[in-house]
Nanobody, 115 residues
């Protein structure tokens, strides 16, 4: 079993910055992908950024150039730095880890961008 604990989030004005972190623990496999997803009210969950244990990273077009991920602890902590935030970035952000055929999810953390 894998546990994902998210931290960060909150409220920020447009143009501001926030950071999120996701720490994975439990039975961790070296081969994995970790990702951030988000879900705004009334919308489907969408992928924000995904990183494989092989080092490849892909960002959603809507966040490219504004959001940056980094890793710690042998890649088992995934940080998301969000800059130049826009109101449309408002959502619940979820951390995901995939090992084999199993997807694990964090509990979600709210990010609100408004003036």
């Amino acid at each position: 079993q894998v546990q994902l604990v998210e931290a960060g989030g909150g409220w920020v004005q447009p143009g501001g910055s926030l950071g999120l972190s996701c720490a994975a623990s439990g039975k961790l496999f070296s081969a994995n992908t970790m990702a951030w997803w988000r879900q705004a009210p009334g919308k489907n969950r969408e992928l924000v950024v995904i990183r494989s244990s092989f080092g490849t990273t892909d960002y959603a077009h809507s966040v490219k150039g504004r959001f940056t991920i980094s890793t710690e602890k042998a890649g088992n902590t995934l940080n998301l730095q969000m800059d130049s935030l826009k109101p449309e970035d408002t959502a619940v952000y979820y951390c995901q880890r995939v090992q084999g055929a199993i997807r694990y999810w964090g509990q979600g953390t709210q990010v609100t961008v408004s003036s």
